[in-house]
């Protein structure tokens, strides 16, 4: 059974950078269109980027386009989301998703999710 997780997050001011990695164990992520969401305090969890297993074709919500970045080691087994420029609204818990299919933005296509990292972004 494929089991995720996330780690990477913390305290960051207003303009710094983290790297959430995403690693799997029990099945093998190449093969896995994989999602980052994230939550934050009193709201819905929303999709933020997606790696597509196909091409590992990248995509991203407006909010964070040329902010974020998100690859893939295969090697290691391991997604990553590479955050800069972050922002106070970015705040949130952050979890890794995979499915075998392409890329959603519906939290109810992923089957397989991590147990999150927390992200605050503060001054």
């Known amino acids: 059974q494929l089991q995720l997780v996330e780690s990477g997050g913390g305290l960051v001011q207003p303009g710094g950078s983290l790297r959430l990695s995403c690693r799997a164990s029990?099945?093998?992520?190449?093969?896995?269109?994989i999602g980052w969401f994230r939550q934050a305090p009193g709201k819905g969890r929303e999709g933020v980027s997606c790696?597509?297993?196909?091409?590992?074709?990248?995509n991203y919500i407006d909010a964070v386009k040329g902010r974020f970045t998100i690859s893939r080691e295969n090697a290691k087994n391991t997604v990553y989301l590479q955050m800069n420029s972050l922002k106070p609204e970015d705040t949130g818990v952050y979890y890794c998703?995979?499915?075998?299919?392409?890329?959603?933005?519906?939290?109810?296509?992923?089957?397989?999710w991590g147990q999150g990292t927390q992200v605050t972004v503060s001054s």
């Open positions: 029990g099945g093998t992520l190449s093969y896995r269109s």
């Open positions: 790696i597509i297993a196909t091409d590992s074709s990248p």
């Open positions: 998703a995979a499915r075998l299919r392409v890329c959603s933005k519906d939290v109810t296509d992923f089957g397989s």
